[in-house]
């Protein structure tokens, strides 16, 4: 018989997501939505409701069903806003930008993840750009970003991607320390200032590129 995903999903945004603190209705609706089991391999899918980050290839991974929920909600999305993903991987986190009603440019630097995350966005039915390259550089023909979301650890806040923010209240979310364990840190921009909020500790793959590692 096949796995009810439907009823794993639900008890997943329930007991990781709700339960550990996660309010904003629309991030958990959002969360309810997305078939999180199509964004994992084949033979992992029974897991893709755990507790627990999983490896989808090419020696990365899909985020803990929390941090993904945590993250998205340190973005207070509303609806509408242009968002910018640095590190597409399965295409899971894009999802749930678009299911937020966002519009969603989502970059990846390796090709093959990149191609398969477009593929699986597209046939689900979510509008999201997938773009192959080196996101600590940003998309800097489509900034300015009302939000920016990196999903790999990076060795400092890369300066390209803070430019590319919305002067009026845009918000960056990205893990910020060594290879292992960084800080999640929020960044606001207002004009030329940026408060800076240290959201606590996580544990992401690296951020590599020209302002990453
Ligand atoms: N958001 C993903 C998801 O929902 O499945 C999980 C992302 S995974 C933890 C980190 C991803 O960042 C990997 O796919 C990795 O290849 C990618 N990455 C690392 N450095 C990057 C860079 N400079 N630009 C774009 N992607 C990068």
């Known amino acids: ?3 009810d995903y439907d009823r794993m999903r639900a008890a997943m945004v329930e007991a990781q997501i709700r339960r550990r603190g996660i309010r904003d209705p629309r991030v958990l609706d959002a969360l309810a939505r997305v078939p999180r089991h199509e964004f994992v ?3 992992l899918q029974a897991m893709a409701y755990d507790d627990t ?4 290839g090419g020696g990365q991974t899909i985020s803990q069903p929390y941090m993904v929920a945590l993250m998205t909600e340190a973005l ?4 509408g806003e242009k968002v910018l993903e640095v ?7 894009a999802a749930v930008l678009a299911e937020l009603g966002c519009r969603v440019i989502s970059v990846e630097r ?4 990149a191609a398969q995350a477009a593929r699986r966005l597209e046939r689900l039915g979510y509008d999201v750009q997938v773009v192959v390259g080196d996101g600590t550089l940003g998309v800097p023909e489509e900034a300015p970003f009302q939000a920016i ?6 060795p400092r806040v890369p300066p390209s991607l803070e430019a590319q923010l919305d002067p009026q209240g845009g918000v960056l979310v990205i893990p910020v320390g060594d290879r292992g364990v960084q800080e999640l840190l929020r960044l606001t921009r207002r004009g030329n200032r940026v408060l800076r909020e240290d959201l606590g500790g996580c544990r992401f793959v690296p951020l590599v590129g020209k302002e990453g590692w």
């Open 1 to 3: 018989m096949a796995p």
């Open 76 to 79: 207070g999305l509303r609806g």
């Open 149 to 154: 979301l990196v999903t790999a650890g990076a």
């Open 87 to 93: 590190g597409t991987g399965s295409g899971y986190q």
């Open 110 to 113: 390796d090709p093959e993840l």
């Open 53 to 56: 980050p999983l490896p989808i």
């Open 41 to 43: 391999p084949a033979n």
